[in-house]
């Protein structure tokens, strides 16, 4: 299978905390933490998986839109995130599950580990004191495994999440090999890369994306990797690597 199904990717982290991987159905996290919180933490995933499903069975509307989709009165806080995140970002609220997910585990184990990262199929929650570089993963781009995006500690938290066109089973429209959005919130920065992905046909709708980036409220930076071609806006470092 490809590496991005595999997850061969997780070989590569380097960091300073204890990492475990957490798995529920088709939730697959890794999580580095100051020591193993892995009961704790799928605990969380159950429970917002749980939230999900028995929302969906009231509202299978809330799966299946490509557009927003306004939640019942009803609906439990993870859905409302969704909802409100694929408002902004103008795609339909399952585009936002990845983050959102990542970004309630970390939270969750803040109480035990101030420092927490969890990543979740490319889509990454942060917390902590100190700055954070998450490497590009742009499948055959040039740039995958020679680039970097560097996050300043006065960005945390925050959340970096990829949509690409051409890696991986998510759903895009668009043919970037890589959109990454940087937000205070996963649900809106997960939203947000999907909606860039979407707008990125060629290396010529670089501008435009990264333009309609900058239109999102509560986004933080973009970087847009299309063939040999990148564009980058906000308050992102890019870094070489290799």
Known sequence: MPDY???TYRRTVA????????????????????????ARAEEIVRACRRDLEDYIARDPGFREALQ????????????????????????GPMAAVAGAIAERVGRGLAADSPRVIVENGGDIWLQGNGERTVGVFAGTSPFTGRLAVRLDAALMP???????????????????????AVAGSGALADAAATAIGNAVKSADDINAALGLAQRIPGMFGAVVVIGDNLGAWGRVELVKTG
Do not use: N, W, Y
Request: include cysteine; charged fraction near 25%; aromatic fraction near 2%.
């Open 5 to 7: 199904v595999d997850r």
């Open 15 to 38: 960091t300073d905390l204890v990492t475990f991987e957490v798995k529920v159905v088709q939730t697959d996290l890794l999580i580095a933490a100051e020591r193993d919180l892995s």
């Open 68 to 91: 927003p989709h306004r939640p019942r009165d009803d609906a439990p806080e993870i859905v409302r995130a969704m909802a409100a995140a694929a408002e902004l970002a103008g795609v």
């Open 158 to 180: 925050c959340s970096i999440c990829t949509s690409s066109g051409t890696v991986g089973p998510s759903l895009s429209f668009g043919k970037a090999d890589a959109a990454i």
